[in-house]
Every structure is written in structure tokens, then in C-alpha cells.
């Protein structure tokens, strides 16, 4: 694959295969690290992760051992062959970091959210001699929100800041409902495939282990994934992973990971062109937002139908009325809409407005 060579032009891979990296969440303790690197590596994987600093959402939980933890990387580079990466949040991460002659960084979900934070880490970088700066390969995940831009202004810090190594992860973002049954973080493919269509060369990967939260989506969401042209994956395996310290639930042990890689198998889509199941799902998200916003606007109506009880006022006026979809019909114009479609639809919300002012019988 063309864009991974920039990345790790020393790794070399069948042609169109992805480039899979694989480790625990955390680096929980020198044996646990040792056993999953191992047995990764006795099944041919070239890039191992584990977390060393680990950013919990809330206070209590396992924060990683720290620099505690970067002998036990060094020990699996050693052992196995295999580069080893980790997440860095601050500049003194970074510095322990090459100290400790690991090959690559990813910059998390939260951190890439914080221009501050980023900012603080391509600093870093910049003050490194050139072929320190240019032996690191750096992966920015997505920030959490939904924000394509926020994303690009973190890699570009980072490429402004002289790092080239430089690629993407995908991981999904926060979104408010989600229960039983659903993905921890939302895909959106959209907006990763955006990514795509504007630096069609920056190498991509997907993390579907932090997406999905579950072992159950991470073979679905993989195949997804390379059906729309991702260059590879990170993944969280460990040993065993219902007694892993940090997100137990999402972790596969290795011979899982290895049966579910051994199943995927690189799609044929063009990643640049739009696919129709992208337009469907931004589709959907259009729509969700839609009748959000007609929920909401019923609340409205509800608290206007008590202020006209409260004053004696009829609950539909002509002249108001008539002014609304005169003014809706022109707003609509202007957006390409027909005046006829504009007024069939606020014709409805209009009537299911009344409906939620009447008084509660
Ligand atoms: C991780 O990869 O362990 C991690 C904390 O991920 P994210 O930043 O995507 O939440
Ligand atoms: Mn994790």
C-alpha cells in the first residue's frame, strides 16, 4: 500500500493487505505485556500497542502504569522484533517516549480534541533534531466530537511542527444515546471518508475495538472498515481479557483476534468515490436530527398552549398562521425547496402543534 510505506516504509506487506496493529489496551504489568506480545508475535503481527498513560473518562479508574511501563515495551521490541506504539497526551510523554527508543506515538481521542494539548506535543516535536523527528511515525485519532476540522487543524499542527510519518485513526465518536446493543462511540464513515477525499494520501486506520466497546461488533466493523479502502487497523487483544484492567469488554484474546483477522479480506470499493451506503447513513443522521428538532419544537408549542390558557387566548390564529407560511415558503425558496412542498410541510407541523396545545383532557 502506497500510503503506508510513508508511514513504515520498512514493513512490508502483501500487496493491498492492511497493516494490522495489535496489543492490550494497557500496559497492565511486565508478564501480562510479555504474554500477549508474544503470542501476537508468533502469529506474524508487526506492530504492537499498549497504553502506558492511560485517560480515563472519570477518576477511579486504571490510569496505566506509566513510565513504569516503557522497560516492558522495550523488552517486547527486543523479544519479538515487532515496533512497538503508544499513546501520548503531553510533551514529557513524548520525551519519555524516545528515550526509550519506541517507534511510534498516537495522539487520543481526547488529546486531539484540545488544540492546546496538541500544540504543547508539536512543539515538542519541532525542537527535536531532524532524524529524531523523522524516526517516530505519529497517528492522530479522531477527536471525540464529530469534528472533521478539529481533526485536520491536530494533523496539521503536528505536519507543520516537521513530522512526515504521519497517519489517521478512526475510532469513532461520542454521542449521547447510546444503550445495550449499540456501538460505544458513533462511526459516522462519513466523515473519515472525508478525511479521505481531501488527503487521499495520508494512510488510514480504524480502530474498531474503541468504536464498537464490544468484542461482538469488531469482525462487522472491521469488514466495513476495509470495504471502504481503510489501510489498517488497531485493535486491543490481551490475554485475558475479562480480567484486563482497562476496557475489558472490547479486548479479543489472540486467538480470536487471529481468527477474525484471518477473515477479512481487503474490499474492492473505490475509497474516493461516495458510496451509496455513506450518503444513506449521513441520510439518516439528517433525519435524526430533523425529528429532534420537531420534538423540540413541540415542547415549544406545549408551553405556548399554556400561555395562551393562562390569558384567555384561542389556540389557533389566523393571522399568525398565514404569516408563518408565507414566511416559511419564501425561507424555503431560497434553499431550493418548492413553495408548495414548504407549505405541505408546515401545514402538518402546524396541525400537530395545535394537537400539543390543546389543554390535557
Ligand atoms: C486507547 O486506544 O487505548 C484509547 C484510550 O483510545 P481513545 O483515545 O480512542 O479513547
Ligand atoms: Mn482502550
Same mark, same amino acid.
Given at each position: 500500500?502506497?500510503?503506508?510505506?510513508?508511514?513504515?516504509?520498512?514493513?512490508?506487506?502483501?500487496?493491498?493487505?492492511?497493516?494490522?496493529?495489535?496489543?492490550?489496551?494497557?500496559?497492565?504489568?511486565?508478564?501480562?505485556?510479555?504474554? *500477549?506480545?508474544?503470542?501476537?508475535?508468533?502469529?506474524?503481527?508487526?506492530?504492537?500497542?499498549?497504553?502506558?498513560?492511560?485517560?480515563?473518562?472519570?477518576?477511579?479508574?486504571?490510569?496505566?502504569?506509566?513510565?513504569?511501563?516503557?522497560?516492558?515495551?522495550?523488552?517486547?521490541?527486543?523479544?519479538?522484533?515487532?515496533?512497538?506504539?503508544?499513546?501520548? %497526551?503531553?510533551?514529557?510523554?513524548?520525551?519519555?517516549?524516545?528515550?526509550?527508543?519506541?517507534?511510534?506515538?498516537?495522539?487520543?481521542?481526547?488529546?486531539?480534541?484540545?488544540?492546546?494539548?496538541?500544540?504543547?506535543?508539536?512543539?515538542?516535536?519541532?525542537?527535536?533534531?531532524?532524524?529524531?523527528?523523522?524516526?517516530?511515525?505519529?497517528?492522530?485519532?479522531?477527536?471525540?466530537?464529530?469534528?472533521?476540522?478539529?481533526?485536520?487543524?491536530?494533523?496539521?499542527?503536528?505536519?507543520?511542527?516537521?513530522?512526515?510519518?504521519?497517519?489517521?485513526?478512526?475510532?469513532?465518536?461520542?454521542?449521547?444515546?447510546?444503550?445495550?446493543?449499540?456501538?460505544?462511540?458513533?462511526?459516522?464513515?462519513? /466523515?473519515?471518508?472525508?478525511?479521505?477525499?481531501?488527503?487521499?494520501?495520508?494512510?488510514?486506520?480504524?480502530?474498531?475495538?474503541?468504536?464498537?466497546?464490544?468484542?461482538?461488533?469488531?469482525?462487522?466493523?472491521?469488514?466495513?472498515?476495509?470495504?471502504?479502502?481503510?489501510?489498517?487497523?488497531?485493535?486491543?487483544?490481551?490475554?485475558?481479557?475479562?480480567?484486563?484492567?482497562?476496557?475489558?469488554?472490547?479486548?479479543?484474546?489472540?486467538?480470536?483476534?487471529?481468527?477474525?483477522?484471518?477473515?477479512?479480506?481487503?474490499?474492492?470499493?473505490?475509497?474516493?468515490?461516495?458510496?451509496?451506503?455513506?450518503?444513506?447513513?449521513?441520510?439518516?443522521?439528517?433525519?435524526?436530527?430533523?425529528?429532534?428538532?420537531?420534538?423540540?419544537?413541540?415542547?415549544?408549542?406545549?408551553? /405556548?398552549?399554556?400561555?395562551?390558557? %393562562?390569558?384567555?387566548?384561542?389556540?389557533?390564529?389566523?393571522?399568525?398562521?398565514?404569516?408563518?407560511?408565507?414566511?416559511?415558503?419564501?425561507?424555503?425558496?431560497?434553499?431550493?425547496?418548492?413553495?408548495?412542498?414548504?407549505?405541505? *410541510?408546515?401545514?402538518? *407541523?402546524?396541525?400537530?402543534?395545535?394537537?400539543?396545545?390543546?389543554?390535557?383532557?
Amino acid at each position: 500500500m502506497k500510503n503506508l510505506e510513508s508511514l513504515f516504509p520498512d514493513i512490508f506487506l502483501p500487496a493491498d493487505a492492511p497493516l494490522v496493529i495489535a496489543g492490550p489496551c494497557s500496559a497492565e504489568s511486565r508478564e501480562q505485556t510479555l504474554s *500477549v506480545a508474544e503470542a501476537l508475535a508468533r502469529g506474524g503481527v508487526k506492530i504492537f500497542r499498549a497504553g502506558v498513560w492511560k485517560p480515563r473518562t472519570r477518576p477511579g479508574g486504571f490510569e496505566g502504569a506509566g513510565e513504569a511501563a516503557l522497560p516492558w515495551l522495550q523488552e517486547v521490541r527486543e523479544r519479538t522484533g515487532m515496533r512497538v506504539i503508544t499513546e501520548v %497526551a503531553t510533551a514529557d510523554h513524548l520525551h519519555a517516549v524516545l528515550d526509550a527508543g519506541l517507534d511510534a506515538v498516537w495522539l487520543g481521542a481526547r488529546t486531539a480534541a484540545n488544540p492546546f494539548a496538541v500544540q504543547e506535543i508539536a512543539d515538542a516535536f519541532a525542537s527535536l533534531p531532524e532524524d529524531e523527528r523523522k524516526r517516530l511515525a505519529v497517528l492522530v485519532k479522531n477527536p471525540v466530537s464529530p469534528d472533521l476540522e478539529l481533526w485536520i487543524g491536530a494533523l496539521q499542527r503536528l505536519y507543520g511542527a516537521g513530522v512526515r510519518r504521519l497517519g489517521a485513526i478512526h475510532r469513532g465518536f461520542s454521542y449521547y444515546s447510546h444503550g445495550p446493543g449499540s456501538y460505544r462511540n458513533a462511526p459516522y464513515w462519513a /466523515i473519515p471518508f472525508e478525511l479521505r477525499r481531501r488527503f487521499p494520501e495520508l494512510p488510514l486506520f480504524f480502530d474498531p475495538s474503541h468504536t464498537g466497546g464490544s468484542r461482538e461488533f469488531i469482525a462487522p466493523l472491521s469488514r466495513e472498515a476495509l470495504d471502504l479502502g481503510f489501510d489498517g487497523l488497531i485493535v486491543e487483544v490481551h490475554c485475558n481479557p475479562d480480567e484486563a484492567l482497562s476496557d475489558a469488554s472490547q479486548q479479543l484474546t489472540p486467538d480470536e483476534f487471529f481468527e477474525t483477522v484471518a477473515k477479512l479480506r481487503r474490499g474492492v470499493e473505490d475509497p474516493t468515490k461516495e458510496s451509496l451506503r455513506i450518503l444513506r447513513e449521513e441520510i439518516d443522521l439528517l433525519d435524526a436530527r430533523l425529528l429532534e428538532l420537531l420534538g423540540q419544537r413541540m415542547d415549544v408549542s406545549r408551553r /405556548i398552549g399554556k400561555v395562551k390558557q %393562562a390569558s384567555g387566548l384561542s389556540v389557533v390564529q389566523p393571522s399568525r398562521y398565514a404569516r408563518l407560511i408565507s414566511e416559511r415558503t419564501g425561507a424555503g425558496t431560497v434553499l431550493g425547496l418548492s413553495p408548495e412542498f414548504v407549505r405541505r *410541510v408546515f401545514a402538518a *407541523v402546524h396541525e400537530e402543534s395545535v394537537r400539543h396545545q390543546l389543554p390535557e383532557r
